[in-house]
């Protein structure tokens, strides 16, 4: 299994970003999808998930209204629209994929068994 994340870049405060993570060796519509973000010096957080089809998502609240995510099956890919940017968004993205999982885990880093490798975002003020 692979995800593949990419999108990440250096921006302005008030700025935006399009994240990706493309997914292979997987049934990818089976699978929650979810984004983590982890900042130098910090412990990883939640940032969003999408359940199988699409259908809910979930939040953290440091980002609700802000930023919004999807999926597209057919494509075995996920999309995190950064909008608003804040310095405080600044970390290493990563995306997750669980099979399985209750969607009230979703939020939870262990509910994931597979992991990308991360995409920097770096938001100057």
């Known amino acids: 299994v692979q995800l593949q994340a990419s999108g990440g870049g250096l921006v302005q405060a008030g700025g935006s970003l399009r994240l990706s993570c493309v997914a292979s060796?997987?049934?990818?519509?089976?699978?929650?999808m979810a984004w983590f973000r982890q900042a130098p010096g910090k412990e990883r957080e939640f940032v969003a998930a999408?359940?199988?089809?699409?259908?809910?998502?979930k939040y953290a609240d440091s980002v609700k209204g802000r930023f919004t995510l999807s999926r597209d099956n057919a494509k075995n890919a996920v999309f995190l629209q950064l909008n608003s940017l804040k310095p405080e968004d600044t970390a290493v993205y990563s995306c997750?994929?669980?099979?399985?999982?209750?969607?009230?885990?979703?939020?939870?880093?262990?509910?994931?068994?597979?992991w990308g490798q991360g995409t920097q975002v770096t938001v100057s003020s």
């Open positions: 060796g997987l049934t990818f519509s089976r699978y929650i």
């Open positions: 999408i359940t199988e089809d699409g259908g809910s998502t």
């Open positions: 997750a994929a669980a099979y399985g999982s209750a969607w009230y885990k979703s939020s939870s880093a262990v509910a994931y068994s597979y």
